[in-house]
């Protein structure tokens, strides 16, 4: 790994669903994809080959075209699947960006005819393109599903300042990816980003952007509202493990090589589609 040796000599701080996180210094450290996939909360016991170099190279791709938007912790990229990034203060908040109401927003959305203080126009479908997109910050579980909350709780974890910055840049963000995934075929139905202060209290993007582990992709010719369209992120692991009757609550089982196959096909077709729609309108 050039100067820095091998991604296995540096400890690891932290270990997620999916991801690592290794110390490097006190200024860096090392953010690396494993081909891991969690659904339900649980992690698979079976990896999907090659993963997490399709998750880092959507991050960079994002990283890349963003930063007029908002500076990035990407400082290089090492191998296929690690990146070499900016240590950051993490905002305690998760912010999310919705364009269509789906999700856990289609759920609130039933409940109180509102997706985290919005209110909304009556008699929305599942999947409707929303009337604009909208914030909708959500709260960072260590365990369990992370936790929709209004922009007035977001504001008293964070301060008001803070917050009205996050969701300039999320928006700003979100139009960005949205525009470039209709010119690959695909709507960006919601996704969210992770963003913290750098050395120099500047707000930065950090953690991944716009990949189907953090967004739901759609292919634009298969939408319809009133129903949840196909996928390019695990929702079809989803489906499997639903129609298979798993309950959720024992140890997952051992994906089929079609499954693996599956998912793996849709993560790269997602990348493919992204890649060459950008070569085609100039990176």
């Known amino acids: 790994m050039s100067a820095l040796g091998a991604v296995t ?8 669903k999916v991801r690592q996180v290794r110390e490097v210094d006190s200024d860096r450290l090392l953010l690396v994809a494993t081909d891991r ?18 998750l880092t190279a959507m991050s960079a791709f994002w990283f890349g075209i963003t930063t007029d938007i908002v500076p990035n912790h990407l400082i290089a990229l090492v191998g296929d ?5 900016k240590r950051l203060r993490m905002l305690p908040i998760e912010c999310v ?9 289609w759920k609130d959305y039933q409940e109180t005819g509102a997706v985290c203080g919005h209110s909304l126009p009556p008699g929305l479908r599942q999947a409707d393109r929303l009337p604009r997109p909208i914030f909708t910050p959500a709260t960072k579980a260590t365990e369990g599903h992370d936790m929709n909350i209004s922009r007035d709780a977001a504001a008293e974890i964070v301060g008001a300042d803070v917050l009205a910055e996050a969701e300039r840049i999320t928006l700003a963000l979100y139009a960005r990816a949205a525009e470039r995934c209709a ?9 969210k980003f992770e963003l913290g202060f750098d050395a120099d209290g500047r707000l930065t993007l950090g953690d991944e952007a716009v990949t189907p582990d953090s ?9 319809a509202p009133g129903q949840s369209p196909p996928s390019f992120d695990k929702q079809y692991l989803r489906d499997w493990l639903d129609a298979i009757g798993w309950d959720h609550a024992s140890p997952p089982p051992e994906l089929p090589d079609d499954v693996v196959e599956g998912t793996r096909s849709r993560y790269i077709e997602a990348l493919e589609r992204l890649t060459s729609s950008a070569m085609e309108v100039g990176g």
């Open 183 to 191: 010119a690959a075929g695909m709507i960006l139905a919601d996704t």
């Open 81 to 85: 699947s690690a990146m070499l990034v």
């Open 37 to 54: 996939i969690s659904a339900y909360d649980w992690i698979m016991p079976t990896p999907i080959p090659g993963k997490g170099g399709i």
């Open 215 to 223: 967004s739901r992709l759609w292919p634009a010719d298969r939408w």
């Open 9 to 16: 000599d540096y400890p690891v701080i932290l270990e997620g």
């Open 97 to 105: 960006a919705r364009g269509y109401l789906v999700g856990s927003g």
